[in-house]
């Protein structure tokens, strides 16, 4: 009972932790959500077409996500690095998978709030609509996407922290696993906004493949984190 | 340099033993005579032509290139799993994820090439073929992550963790792609998945094929984990070195 208690405060400390990191740097809100925003309006200069951009903003939704969560990844544990953070976290004789939980919830919480302006967004650029129960869906969609895309960055963000080439090697190895959770979030999106016809109920097979994604690199993530950083 | 490293640097001397000799040689007479019943004993098929010879080559080595990810997965998880963490292990995963890279690229080479001649195009949103280029994408981060800095055992541990993680998401990439696919009208000139009747010398070509391509994999593993050991006693020696002069530095001042 007593190493419950003290494994979700280690998950509380670390959550905390992360987001007063981000409310005192603003870094997401100030570079990540501009840049995210940008990629919006970068598609619709490539695309051009209202038609086009309204059958793909599903997807273009989901891309920028992605391309948005190797910079907030990066930059989440090249803070821990710097200063040999996660070093002391290690020494400290903390419950590692706690580590794991806290900094995976700060981000899915950091992806929630990058999606709803991107989605937002959407919906200004491109013009989407979305019903009652498309509603519905998009709001369980993003959740168990981005609770997914926390779990699967914050473990490969901790297998690359401190190595040389990090930049290019997170892409390299997230991009390929984080395949299933892109082409069943924009089937879900696009179920919800009703792109091409499609219809509302399409949406939730595709969700139940994300909350799967979701289970098995939670537990996962949650076994390998410690070892992964306990060197 | 240590006692120990000494004693196995000398034992490896060079990376053929009898084994890999008699592997060797059993592998250059099978491929042999898959070349010649490939290209001239066998007939050409009656809908494809001569473009059925590219499945002597393609077909084994995607054979080849999944049972080599099977054995980087295997050896990684005797690697983290077993109590005593022999890197022996880590060194038969990396050798096997290198070969599997190899013929993972040759079959995404032949069977666009392949695809070319019976489909009309070079690539297709198949869910075989693109978990094929993920599983190639996939295991060439793998190499990356073998690249990175640090001592042998963290490497041994970090790409050990990347090859089981891998495990769980090729499955997943396949059902999503399968499941993404399945809303799409195919759009082929021949179904990929179509029914093919072989003749007895085709068939038997293609196992020859499936026969000479595991020795070389046998062999080229062999060979490429023990070269990757000699690697590691090279590093091993350099630090032994390095040490061994700083100590006598200090006793000189």
Not at chain 1, 94 to 122: E, M, N, R, Y
Not at chain 1, 130 to 135: F, K, R
Not at chain 2, 27 to 37: L, Y
Request: hydrophobic share 55%.
């Amino acid at each position: 009972m007593k190493k419950t208690t003290s494994k979700s405060r280690v998950v509380s400390a670390v959550l905390i932790k992360d987001l007063r990191i981000e409310v005192r740097s603003r870094v997401v809100t100030n570079q990540v959500l501009p840049f995210a925003g940008l990629i919006m309006i970068m598609f619709a200069f490539a695309l051009d077409n209202d038609d086009v951009l309204q059958r793909v903003a599903g997807g273009l939704i989901w891309l920028a996500t992605i391309f948005s969560l190797f910079v907030i990844v990066q930059r989440s544990f090249a803070i821990d690095t710097a200063d040999s953070a996660l070093d002391s976290l290690r020494v400290a004789g903390i419950d590692l998978s706690a580590v794991f939980l806290g900094k995976a919830i700060a981000l899915t919480f950091q992806l929630i709030a990058l999606d709803v302006v991107l989605i937002a967004s959407a919906f200004l650029l491109y013009q989407v609509q979305v019903s009652a129960i498309g509603l519905v869906l998009l709001v369980t969609c993003v959740t168990c996407a981005t609770t997914g895309l926390g779990f699967v960055g914050t473990l490969y963000g901790g297998l690359t922290a401190g190595a040389n080439g990090r930049e290019t090697l997170l892409p390299l190895l997230l991009l390929p696993v984080v395949a299933p959770v892109l082409i069943a979030a924009t089937r879900a999106t696009e179920a919800a906004f009703g792109s091409g016809g499609a219809a509302t109920s399409e949406g939730w097979a595709w969700v139940g493949l994300l909350t799967i994604f979701a289970a098995v690199f939670g537990i996962g993530g949650s076994l390998a984190f410690g070892p992964l950083i306990d060197e | 340099m240590s006692q120990t490293s000494a004693q196995s640097s000398q034992k490896v001397s060079n990376t053929g033993t009898q084994a890999t000799r008699v592997i060797g040689v059993l592998a250059i007479v099978v491929m042999t005579w898959v070349v010649i019943s490939g290209l001239s004993l066998t007939s050409a098929d009656v809908v494809q032509g001569e473009s059925v010879r590219i499945m002597y080559v393609h077909v084994p080595s995607a054979w080849i290139a999944y049972v080599a990810f099977i054995v980087t997965a295997i050896a990684s998880a005797f690697y983290i799993f077993a109590k005593r963490h022999s890197l022996g292990f880590d060194r038969v995963a990396g050798a096997s994820a290198e070969v599997g890279v190899m013929f993972m690229a040759i079959t995404l080479v032949t069977g666009s090439l392949w695809g070319r001649l019976t489909w009309g195009e070079f690539w297709q949103w198949d869910p075989r073929l693109t978990t094929t280029a993920f599983l190639f994408v996939t295991y060439i981060g793998y190499l990356a992550v073998r690249r990175l800095d640090g001592t042998t055992e963290q490497r041994a541990k970090r790409s050990g963790v990347v090859a089981l993680l891998a495990v769980l998401e090729i499955p997943l990439v396949h059902f999503s792609v399968v499941f993404w696919r399945s809303l799409h009208q195919r759009a082929t000139v021949l179904d990929p998945n179509g029914d093919v009747k072989m003749d007895g010398l085709m068939l038997f070509t293609l196992f020859s094929g499936v026969v000479g391509f595991t020795l070389v994999f046998m062999w080229l593993v062999l060979h490429r984990q023990r070269t990757m050991l000699l690697s590691d006693l090279a590093i091993e020696r350099r630090i032994d070195d390095a040490i061994l002069n700083r100590q006598n530095e200090s006793v000189g001042n």
